[in-house]
């Protein structure tokens, strides 16, 4: 998961964290939210780390694309493996993005989506823990506690697992995102961008020590709503704003003018601000905490729950 951090380009961020079509609203007040369990994360996230490394394209992805399938089977999904082509540095890649729906009434969609291939390169053994395995053990642990209580009259809440968010090489338009982009080219060819009330990205969200450090490259209010989510929960303090703009799975949906936000923890090291963990072996079970995923995992639930039986046309100014 290879970032662009650029620090001194605000103004350039600000572009879509001030401008652009707002279509999110606030959580509603007073309600409480969905139990969620920070120990059924960390089991789903060792479980699918334990796969090994899943880099896109190879016979592992597809066997971590068919591992989530069947998790999410198992909660009384109907999930499918949507695999497609797309140009890589000299040729052409295979990747495959694991779709799963809870349907809504309100004629909306709220995506929830995480990338789950792993670095390229790193080492034979690099599974990613922290990235990607916290965010695919979270969104599933999501699916498995919404599978059965989400309200009909609500967004449609679709689970989105991203394939080739990595890069090859250098991030470019034939390298890395590759799963973000086909799903935003799927939504332009369904008719479906101006349905998608928000998209939510989350990715290495397990740090021992988290820092959720949101990027300003997101949608302006949504970004205020996962800050005053964070702060109903009192979790607050683990949650605040990268000082510029973070490339990740989010990007191509704010391209296109679909409100989107990046909840990731970017200091993932040794120390206080480091991030010498990321896309190294040092990146293991070992430096995660289910408590961590307890936080971001209620937070999301009340974003997720702020939806239910609220219209388009209510927004966060």
Avoid at 56 to 61: N, P, Q, V, Y
Avoid at 263 to 277: C, E, H, L, R, T
Avoid at 290 to 298: C, E, M, Q
């Amino acid at each position: 998961m290879r970032r662009w951090v650029l620090l001194l380009l605000l103004l350039a961020a600000s572009i879509h964290v001030g401008c652009g079509r707002d279509r999110s609203h606030p959580p509603m007040p007073g309600v409480p939210p969905v139990p969620f369990s920070g120990e059924e994360a960390m089991a789903e996230c060792e479980s699918f780390v334990r796969l090994g490394p899943k880099s896109a394209g190879t016979k592992e992805s597809r066997q971590a694309a068919e591992y989530i399938r069947d998790r999410l089977k198992a909660f009384g999904l109907k999930p499918w493996v949507d695999e497609f082509e797309d140009p890589v540095p000299g040729g052409t890649g295979v990747f495959r993005n694991v779709t799963a729906v809870l349907p809504g009434g309100s004629g909306e969609i709220l995506i929830l989506a995480a990338h789950y291939d792993t670095r390229v390169g790193v080492s034979e053994t690099f599974a990613g823990a922290n990235d990607s395995g916290s965010g695919v053990g979270l969104l599933l642990a999501l699916a498995q506690v919404l599978s059965g209580i989400y309200p009909g009259s609500a967004p449609e809440l679709r689970f989105l697992f991203l394939d080739g968010e990595e890069c090859r090489r250098e991030y470019g338009p034939a390298d890395g995102l590759h799963g973000s982009r086909h799903a935003v080219r799927q939504l332009q060819k369904a008719g479906e961008v101006r349905k998608v009330r928000a998209m939510i990205l989350v990715d290495m969200v397990g740090d021992r020590d988290l820092t959720v450090t949101i990027p300003r490259n997101g949608t302006s209010a949504l970004i205020r709503q996962v800050l005053n989510a964070a702060a109903d929960e009192g979790v607050r303090a683990s949650f605040g704003i990268h000082p510029g703009v973070i490339l990740d799975d989010h990007q191509p949906f704010l391209d296109v003018g679909i409100p989107a936000v990046d909840v990731i923890d970017f200091q993932y090291g040794s120390s206080p601000g480091a991030n010498d963990y990321w896309h190294t072996d040092e990146d293991t079970m070992e430096k995660l905490d289910a408590k961590s995923l307890g936080k971001v995992g209620r937070v999301l639930l009340r974003l997720i729950q702020g939806t239910w039986g609220a219209s388009h046309n209510q927004v966060d100014e």
